[in-house]
């Protein structure tokens, strides 16, 4: 990657995180913030491993909840989900996950963590760096 392409993605999640908190900080009133807690599983820290302050909807809770959405990364070997949505860094990576099958609905079956994140779509088996699993986010599947 080229110095100028670094400083292009670099800018690129600077304008996708600002206008993100933008829309948050406008469009989210309690209620909507409230469920959308809900929703992620009243996370304790944020991706960047900082601390969520709890809300009304998480001091209700008797019991921690695993989150609906997580990336893939936290899975274990042995696991199953299915892909929700794909946050990466470069836009490019989506074409090429794509064309491997790594794409929003598709069933991964997780194998290993490191060195590299392997997982099987279908009958492929990809190895991908951690760093792009951590962008892919899946809802795990229920064992039943």
Known sequence: MSHEEEFADQD???RRHRLA??????????????????????????PHGKPIPAGPCCQSLSQSKDPLVEPLDRLAPGEAAHIVYILPRAAERLVRLAGLGVVPGALVHFQQRTPAA??????????????????????????A
């Not at 469920?35 to 820290?45: D, I, K, Q, T, W």
């Not at 392997?118 to 064992?143: N, S």
């Open 12 to 14: 690129l999640e600077v």
């Open 21 to 46: 908190e933008v829309l948050f900080g406008t469009a989210l009133d309690a209620p909507t913030t409230d469920s959308v807690c809900a929703f992620l599983g009243h996370p304790r820290l944020c």
């Open 118 to 143: 392997v997982l099987r779509v279908g009958e492929t088996t990809v190895a991908l760096d951690p760093a792009v699993a951590a962008e892919i986010y899946v809802r795990r599947v229920q064992e």
